[in-house]
């Protein structure tokens, strides 16, 4: 390595170093293997074929990692995915991941919050709390990070459709606190074409929701600059079965399909684009999930700079979240599920994730309880602190294996982007069933081999075991939805019913007009009006969105 390289990583690793708080060890600053060998620091151009035309980390395209350190500066976010019941219990699970290392937030909400509903509405009788935790005010939001303060930590919201009020409502919460917006730092989900492809839960036709997310947008470039805008899930996606490749060519027409919206609102690329993030699934296949995360990285480079024409580094680095597969999860032998996991999180680190949540053993059965939580989140640790995969700069640089598939994987989704391309673009791809329709079919494939045997599933379709399960697993107490209903009806009591309906009236004319929707809502929900009632207003203006009928 020359003297200059050499200079140049020193200086980007004092940058980058930064030791956990608490009670929990510094990023060790030697690095050598128990044997005593030192550990290369990156593999160098030059140093072996594969790595001609790579280049090195943190430089366009990004193949080797978006950071020049990565993880011998600083581990990823461990950031675990938790919310059920109400905000005080899922609060207490957040205070105790926290106590245990955790060193990120992500949120999980109950499906009447997902699709703009209150705890009290007819619709969300049954469902309350049961999937993640139920947030229909602004009191319920202090409530869930009561305690935490957010100007201290990153705070992750998996939330789509109604997710400009839920970030009003943070925002709120940090004004609460006395925490200036610019000091807030996280993500929040806001992807809607995901939701029409893969998922359901989405509210209001793709007009103005895509509205919505470009408002998102405009706000935070001028109040949040910290806040990454939004999350382009790839996740969804291949929960749903799509292959490796899809997950990847669906998630950035995705993407594109929302910078040609920002872009066509006004917005300058190098505005918005370094807020822009991602958030992709891995699973089993530990070389090809690799793979796909460095394809994914350069092809994002290439786009963004040759086809949008931006200027700034940070506005090319795909930068992503990455989930453990639910999907591979079993209900048969569910411990496992923990040998999964490991698996699966050892590739994302190896792809280079900028954060990372390790599903818990008993998923397959129900929330997950404490202990499952705990393993979950100490395999992270275990990997993080025993293992020395983070002790090198992109150590797989340069294997034949996983150049091949990084190769492979990005001529076949630049394919599928060109068919999307063709077709007008991703909203056309959701209207004419094209994308959905890719995936049912390789779900369908998938599904056919396990049958017939040739996947294997280790305790489902091979190696089964009749053991009697023996795993404690978690319920959600039925009481906490006639809770919720006698909270809303006290909320509604006290607040100012003239300026309710004062501010009611206020969203259905800005609901018709062009003005960014953000600092209304943020009025909103700190005048006591609630996620239900400012997504019902909504619905009155804009309508629902009704998926079409194919064949």
Known sequence: MSNEIESAYNQWEERSLKPLTGK?????????TTSGIDVPRVALPGETD??????????YPFTRGVQPTMYRGRFWTMRQYAGYASAEESNRRYRYLLEQGQTGLSVAFDLPTQIGYDSDDPIAAGEVGKVGVAISSLKDMQALFAGIPLDKVSTSMTI?????????MYVAVARSQGVEEKCLHGTIQNDILKEYIARGT?????KPSMRLITDVFQYCKNSIPSWNTISISGYHIREAGSTAVQEVAFTLVDAIAYVEAALKAGLKIDEFASQLSFFFACHNNLFEEVAKFRAARRIWARLMRERFGSQEPKSQMLRFHTQTGGSTLTAQQPENNIVRTTIQALAAVLGGTQSL?????DEALSLPTEKAVRIALRTQQIIANESGVADSI????GSYLVE???DQIEQRVLAYIARVDEMGGALEAIQNGFIQNEIQDAAYRYQKAIESGQEVIVGVNAYQSDEKLELETMKVDEAIEASRRRALTDLRAAR???KAAELLGRLDAAACSDENLLPLFIECVEQGLTLGEICGALRQVWGEYQPPVWG
Do not use: W
């Open 202 to 206: 989405y509210i209001f036709p793709p």
């Open 50 to 59: 594969y790595l001609e035309d790579l280049g090195f980390p943190g430089q």
């Open 394 to 397: 992109d150590p797989l640089a």
């Open 496 to 498: 100012d019913a003239g």
């Open 404 to 406: 091949h598939l990084t």
């Open 24 to 32: 929990f060890p510094e990023r060790k600053a030697q690095f050598a």
């Open 357 to 361: 949540h390790t599903n818990s053993m």
């Open 160 to 168: 789509n459709a109604p997710a400009a009020v839920l970030l009003a």
